[in-house]
């Protein structure tokens, strides 16, 4: 087994049993979680000018392991069967949702940008560790059509509302409803039954049309959540028809 290919197993897709591999997720994810928790803690005040060198050494460190990484998948991934070309298998692999996640986690500072927001950024890299993340991946994924459809029918209910709320209100309440932009801030609190109470009609018609958006609302919302609902189901059947199981005593082999 060449050097390569046993790098790629070790960082990409490890067997069953393979320690090193192991051990190198375990680092990754470690450094990750580290690097959220000084976010959190650095966002107080008095941690802040208490640690300031321990957060500068801790941001340098992991800009030099997350920038290692990356290289080290971009030249190793020639290994797996759909990246086999030097050159052009290397620039579809780095154009792979999880290669750009990746390159995400430190290219933005080495443009100057604030490394408080760079930590947020390498969250996105938990879901290569996390199977429970990688199985919502492959939900969403897998009802992206319908998803889609929902949204826009939630956009046009959006802006369909937020236009008859505008000319409801526009005389009687200008200040809250002066244009169609300021009453979609309304109908977005209303539809998601957020409720703030920053802004409400006080025309009957308006008062009227607002209880009917707000039961809308419920409904309207539910659609993405039965959607992924039933998605996660089918994602657990499928997996259990996947594995075999003994005929006499129904235990998984």
Known sequence: MSVRRRVYEIIETA???????????????????????AL????????DREYTKLFRNLELASLVVFTLEYCIRIWSCVEARAFRAPMLGRLRFACTPMALIDLAAFAPAYLGLDARFIRILRLLKLSRYIRAMQVFQRVLIRKRMELMVTLI??????????????????????????????????SIVTLTTVGYGDASPITPLGQTFAGFVAILGIGMFALPTSILGAAFLEEVNDKQLAKPFCPHCGKEI
Do not use: K
């Open 15 to 37: 067997n069953p049993g393979d320690r090193s591999s192991r051990l190198v997720d375990v680092c990754i994810l470690t450094l990750i979680l580290v690097n959220v928790a």
């Open 153 to 186: 029918i939630i956009l046009i209910l959006l802006v369909f509302t937020s236009c008859l709320m505008y000319f409801a209100e526009r005389h009687a309440n200008s200040d809250q409803f002066g244009s169609i932009p300021a009453a979609m801030w309304w």
């Open 40 to 47: 959190v803690l650095q966002s107080i005040p008095e941690v």
